[in-house]
């Protein structure tokens, strides 16, 4: 199995424009987490869904912040216009339902904003 | 106050030494999690555990619910442990959303 995929690795884009996160989750799983790395806040966790559908998105931080899982192996999570506070390292993991919880992470993609 | 708290923020030691990371909970829980991310990022799922102990290979994770602690042991402290441990929680309400410690750092020197 390949694991959760993430990409880009790395994104380094200018105050204002859009980034656009993307992410595979590993075959069989049915929950996806997206999660916000800083120094200053840690681990957060921002959104996450089942089945496809949007569970829980408190930890969504703006307007700006979307996510979207169009289906089973596919999900985005979209900063629309970055600023440089959205610097981070965000990560998505995927889990079985059936399985309390247990989360497999992707390698992240480290977002500079300057 | 956070909900999940870890000790000690930064722990060096040297090789061949005992390690314990502690973690401590306020909230109700259904399971806790300890995870282990390497200078490159990656974050991997260590152990889960809702009662008792687990034991993978030189790594001991201990739980005591009643008291809401956690313990993170290793043993034979290898410079390859070195690596930031974090603790994280299920809570009760909201099982699947894993509240997290701000991680402990390990340095183990050679």
Known sequence: DAGVIQSPRHEVTEMGQEVTLRCKPISGHNSLFWYRQTMMRGLEL???????????????????FSAKMPNASFSTLKIQPSEPRDSAVYFCASSNL????????????????? | KNEVEQSPQNLTAQEGEFITINCSYSVGISALHWLQQHPGGGIVS?????????????????????????????????????????????????????????????????
């Open chain 2, 46 to 110: 260590l152990f889960m555990l809702s009662s008792g102990k687990k034991k993978h290979g030189r790594l001991i994770a201990t739980i005591n619910i009643q008291e809401k602690h956690s313990s993170l042991h290793i043993t034979a402290s290898h410079p390859r442990d070195s690596a930031v441990y974090i603790c994280a929680v299920s809570p009760i309400q909201g099982a699947q959303k894993l509240v997290f410690g701000q991680g402990t750092r390990l340095t183990i020197n050679p």
């Open chain 1, 46 to 64: 921002l959104i996450y869904f089942n089945n496809n559908v949007p569970i829980d998105d408190s930890g969504m931080p703006e307007d700006r």
């Open chain 1, 98 to 114: 059936a399985v309390l919880n247990e989360q497999f992470f992707g390698p992240g993609t480290r977002l500079t904003v300057l």
